[in-house]
Antibody
Framework: QVQLQESGPRLVKPSETLSLTCTVS??????????WGWIRQPPGKGLEWIGN???????HYNLALKSRATISVDTSKNQFSLNLSSMTAADSATYYC??????????????WGQGTLVAVSS | EVVLTQSPATLSLSPGETATLSCRAA??????LAWYQQKPGQAPRLLIH???KRATGIPARFSGSGSGTDFTLTISSLEPEDFAVYYC?????????FGGGTKVEIK
């Protein structure tokens, strides 16, 4: 059974860069049929897709976050990462890492991490 | 990006009743639509993909329909564990978006 686990800071200062890592277990990040992505959810609000990446390096971003987000993959560690720069209070949210089924129309997310709550405060 | 509009925002029903949730896309998206269920403090769970195909392990009381711009999630005979928030999601030109969600609450 594939499992995803986020790791990273719970508190970030305004203007700093958030760095999160997702470790994949029970499956290979090099599986050609999947994309690996990040989705966030502000407290009490809905879901917002940040972007996703294929192990080959092919990456897609939410246009609203594209200038601040960088997603990368490390196949040797079976991990992928998110860097989000110039953090503000509006970026406070639970950040989920996720597996997208690239072989299915619409790329649905069939596996989610448990989520990590990140607060932006000085 | 393709905007998804879900309605109603809240649905108040009793156990045993049928829930009908709507998701409308701002432009045609074929059947590139998925539905998720989210309970408080938990990650979302995939229910339906490709508009009408149940994900692994999802009970038959959950069904999806629609294509193009109008989609429906139907939950027949609501069980107590079905009261939650439901989101639709699409992918168009490799950009994903989610609807704003429908909360199904106990009446």
């Amino acid at each position: 059974q594939v499992q995803l686990q986020e790791s990273g800071p719970r508190l970030v200062k305004p203007s700093e860069t958030l760095s999160l890592t997702c470790t994949v277990s029970g499956g290979s990040i090099g599986d050609d049929t999947n994309f690996w992505g990040w989705i966030r959810q502000p407290p009490g609000k809905g879901l917002e897709w940040i972007g996703n990446i294929h192990y080959s390096g092919n990456v897609h971003y939410n246009l609203a976050l594209k200038s601040r987000a960088t997603i990368s993959v490390d196949t040797s560690k079976n991990q992928f990462s998110l860097n989000l720069s110039s953090m503000t209070a509006a970026d406070s949210a639970t950040y989920y890492c996720a597996r997208h089924q690239a072989s299915v129309a619409g790329s649905p997310v069939d596996h989610w991490g448990q989520g990590t709550l990140v607060a932006v405060s000085s | 990006e393709v905007v998804l509009t879900q309605s109603p925002a809240t649905l108040s029903l009793s156990p045993g009743e049928t829930a009908t949730l709507s998701c409308r896309a701002a432009q045609p998206i074929f059947t590139y639509l998925a539905w998720y269920q989210q309970k408080p403090g938990q990650a979302p769970r995939l229910l339906i993909h490709s508009a009408s195909k149940r994900a692994t392990g999802i009970p038959a009381r959950f069904s999806g329909s629609g294509s193009g711009t109008d989609f429906t999630l139907t939950i027949s005979s609501l069980e107590p564990e079905d009261f939650a928030v439901y989101y639709c999601q699409q992918r168009y030109n490799w950009v994903l978006t989610f609807g704003g969600g429908t909360k199904v609450e106990i009446k």
